[in-house]
C-alpha cells in the first residue's frame, strides 16, 4: 500500500476550456469517485480575471465538496481581479490546493458557516493574512513560514499580490485534539513540512491513478505528516512515511549534486531522521541511497558532454560532480551508459541537446 502513491505517473485530467472566458480546468470527472478530486484554473491570462472566481469556485464545488471546505464569499475587488493560477486535489476528507495568485484576494467583510476542520498554511513567497477565531487574534504567515490550526467556523482572510503557497484542509479527527486551541507555526523549510511537501506533489501527479485502498492511504500518510508537523518531530518506524521521506531526499539531493558533503548521512540529518531509516525508506522501493545520488551526477555529467564547444574537460566535470578522479567518473560512466564519456561526447557533435533523462 505504502508504494501504491509513490508511482512516478502523471496525473491523467481532461482539459476542458470555460465558456466565456480562458479560463483553463483540468478535472477527473465529477462524480467519478467520491473520495477524490482534481481540478486546476488559470485565470491570469488576458481577460480570464473576470470569471476566474467563478471558474474555481465551479471546480471546488464539482470536485472537492462543501463538505471539505466551504468556500467564503469574497470581496468585490477580488471578484472582480480574481488572478490566480493553481491545483487542487482531494483525497476523501483532505484537500491539498497550490496557489499562485497574481492579485490580491481577500473573503468579504462578514464571514459565516460553521466548520469543523484543521486548516495548514505554507507561504512560500508574499503573505497570508488570517483573520480572527476563537482563540486567536489576526495571524499573518509571511514567506518562508508555515501555520496550522483547528477552524471551527469561517474567518475572513487576505492574501497579498504575490502569493505562492500551499493550503491544506483536513479532518479534524487526529489533529484537533492535538491542536486544542493552539495555531502552531514554524520554518517552511523543517524536516517535517519537507516531507509534507513531498508528499503533496506525490499525491498532486498520482491522485487520478489510485485505487480506492490507494486513496485511503494517501490520507493517512498525509494525516501522519500533518502531526508531525504539529508536534514537530515524526514517527520514523511509521512505513506509510516511507515514500514521502525517500522523495523528500531526493529532492534534497537533486539541489545539492554538486556538494562535496552530500551523502546518506547528510541528508538523513536535513531531515531529521536516522540513517537507518533513510536506507530503510529507500529499500521499500528498490533502491538504494547512494546508488540514486551517483546515477543524478552521471546524468548531470552526461548533459554537461553535450553542451556546445568550450565544455568542461573529463577531470573538470570528475571534480565538479564529486567523482575521485577523470579515471573513477570514466569507469562509472561507461558502466552505466555502455560508452566513456570521451566517445559520448564525440556522438554528441553537431548534433542536437538531448532532452534531460529520468534516472
Same mark, same amino acid.
Given at each position: 500500500?505504502?508504494?501504491?502513491?509513490?508511482?512516478? *505517473?502523471?496525473?491523467?485530467?481532461?482539459?476542458?476550456?470555460?465558456?466565456?472566458?480562458?479560463?483553463?480546468?483540468?478535472?477527473?470527472?465529477?462524480?467519478?469517485?467520491?473520495?477524490?478530486?482534481?481540478?486546476?484554473?488559470?485565470?491570469?491570462?488576458? /481577460? @480570464?480575471?473576470?470569471?476566474?472566481?467563478?471558474?474555481?469556485?465551479?471546480?471546488?464545488?464539482?470536485?472537492?465538496?462543501?463538505?471539505?471546505?466551504?468556500?467564503?464569499?469574497?470581496?468585490?475587488? %477580488?471578484?472582480?481581479?480574481?488572478?490566480?493560477?493553481?491545483? #487542487?486535489?482531494?483525497?476523501?476528507?483532505?484537500?491539498?490546493?497550490? !496557489?499562485?495568485?497574481?492579485? =490580491?484576494?481577500? %473573503? @468579504?467583510?462578514?464571514?459565516?458557516?460553521?466548520?469543523?476542520?484543521?486548516?495548514?498554511?505554507?507561504?512560500?513567497?508574499?503573505?497570508?493574512?488570517?483573520?480572527?477565531?476563537?482563540?486567536?487574534?489576526?495571524?499573518?504567515?509571511? =514567506?518562508?513560514?508555515?501555520?496550522?490550526?483547528?477552524?471551527?467556523?469561517?474567518?475572513?482572510?487576505?492574501?497579498?499580490?504575490?502569493?505562492?503557497?500551499?493550503?491544506? +484542509?483536513?479532518?479534524?479527527?487526529?489533529?484537533?485534539?492535538?491542536?486544542?486551541?493552539?495555531? +502552531?507555526? /514554524?520554518? @517552511?523549510?523543517? &524536516?517535517?513540512?519537507?516531507?509534507?511537501?513531498?508528499?503533496?506533489?506525490?499525491?498532486?501527479? %498520482?491522485? $487520478?491513478?489510485?485505487?480506492?485502498?490507494?486513496?485511503?492511504?494517501?490520507?493517512?500518510?498525509?494525516?501522519?505528516? &500533518?502531526? =508531525?508537523?504539529?508536534?514537530?518531530?515524526?514517527?520514523? +518506524?511509521?512505513?506509510?512515511?516511507?515514500?514521502?521521506? &525517500?522523495?523528500?531526499?531526493?529532492?534534497?539531493?537533486?539541489?545539492?549534486? =554538486?556538494?562535496?558533503?552530500?551523502?546518506?548521512?547528510?541528508? $538523513?540529518?536535513?531531515?531529521?531522521? *536516522? #540513517?537507518?531509516?533513510?536506507?530503510?525508506?529507500?529499500?521499500?522501493?528498490?533502491?538504494?541511497?547512494? %546508488?540514486?545520488?551517483?546515477?543524478?551526477?552521471?546524468?548531470?555529467?552526461?548533459? $554537461?558532454?553535450?553542451?556546445?564547444?568550450?565544455? !568542461?574537460?573529463?577531470?573538470?566535470?570528475?571534480?565538479?560532480?564529486?567523482? $575521485?578522479?577523470?579515471?573513477?567518473?570514466?569507469?562509472?560512466?561507461?558502466?552505466?551508459?555502455?560508452?566513456?564519456?570521451?566517445?559520448?561526447?564525440? *556522438?554528441?557533435?553537431?548534433?542536437?541537446?538531448?532532452?534531460? +533523462?529520468?534516472?
Amino acid at each position: 500500500m505504502a508504494t501504491s502513491y509513490g508511482t512516478r *505517473s502523471l496525473l491523467v485530467g481532461v482539459q476542458a476550456r470555460m465558456t466565456g472566458d480562458r479560463t483553463r480546468m483540468r478535472s477527473t470527472g465529477a462524480g467519478s469517485d467520491s473520495a477524490r478530486g482534481v481540478f486546476a484554473v488559470d485565470s491570469t491570462g488576458p /481577460g @480570464a480575471a473576470p470569471r476566474g472566481l467563478d471558474a474555481f469556485r465551479r471546480g471546488w464545488q464539482t470536485q472537492i465538496g462543501d463538505d471539505v471546505f466551504q468556500l467564503p464569499a469574497f470581496s468585490p475587488d %477580488t471578484i472582480g481581479d480574481f488572478r490566480v493560477k493553481g491545483n #487542487v486535489t482531494k483525497v476523501h476528507g483532505a484537500a491539498i490546493a497550490d !496557489l499562485h495568485a497574481a492579485s =490580491a484576494t481577500r %473573503t @468579504a467583510d462578514v464571514p459565516g458557516g460553521d466548520q469543523d476542520l484543521v486548516a495548514m498554511y505554507v507561504v512560500r513567497r508574499g503573505a497570508w493574512t488570517l483573520g480572527s477565531a476563537p482563540g486567536y487574534g489576526d495571524q499573518t504567515v509571511s =514567506a518562508g513560514q508555515f501555520l496550522v490550526r483547528h477552524l471551527g467556523r469561517l474567518t475572513a482572510f487576505e492574501t497579498s499580490a504575490d502569493l505562492t503557497a500551499k493550503f491544506l +484542509v483536513l479532518p479534524p479527527g487526529e489533529l484537533k485534539p492535538l491542536l486544542g486551541n493552539r495555531a +502552531v507555526t /514554524g520554518p @517552511a523549510a523543517s &524536516a517535517e513540512m519537507r516531507l509534507l511537501t513531498a508528499l503533496t506533489d506525490m499525491i498532486h501527479k %498520482t491522485v $487520478a491513478d489510485l485505487g480506492p485502498a490507494g486513496v485511503e492511504a494517501a490520507q493517512g500518510t498525509l494525516i501522519e505528516l &500533518a502531526k =508531525a508537523v504539529a508536534k514537530g518531530r515524526f514517527d520514523d +518506524v511509521e512505513p506509510r512515511l516511507a515514500p514521502a521521506l &525517500a522523495q523528500a531526499a531526493k529532492d534534497l539531493a537533486d539541489r545539492r549534486l =554538486a556538494d562535496a558533503e552530500l551523502s546518506p548521512a547528510m541528508l $538523513a540529518r536535513e531531515l531529521n531522521v *536516522s #540513517v537507518r531509516t533513510l536506507h530503510r525508506a529507500f529499500a521499500a522501493a528498490g533502491e538504494q541511497v547512494g %546508488t540514486y545520488i551517483r546515477h543524478r551526477r552521471l546524468h548531470e555529467a552526461r548533459l $554537461a558532454l553535450s553542451a556546445p564547444p568550450g565544455r !568542461l574537460s573529463i577531470s573538470e566535470l570528475a571534480a565538479h560532480w564529486q567523482f $575521485a578522479d577523470g579515471s573513477h567518473f570514466t569507469r562509472a560512466f561507461k558502466k552505466h551508459f555502455g560508452q566513456t564519456p570521451t566517445e559520448y561526447a564525440r *556522438s554528441t557533435e553537431g548534433a542536437a541537446e538531448p532532452a534531460p +533523462v529520468e534516472p
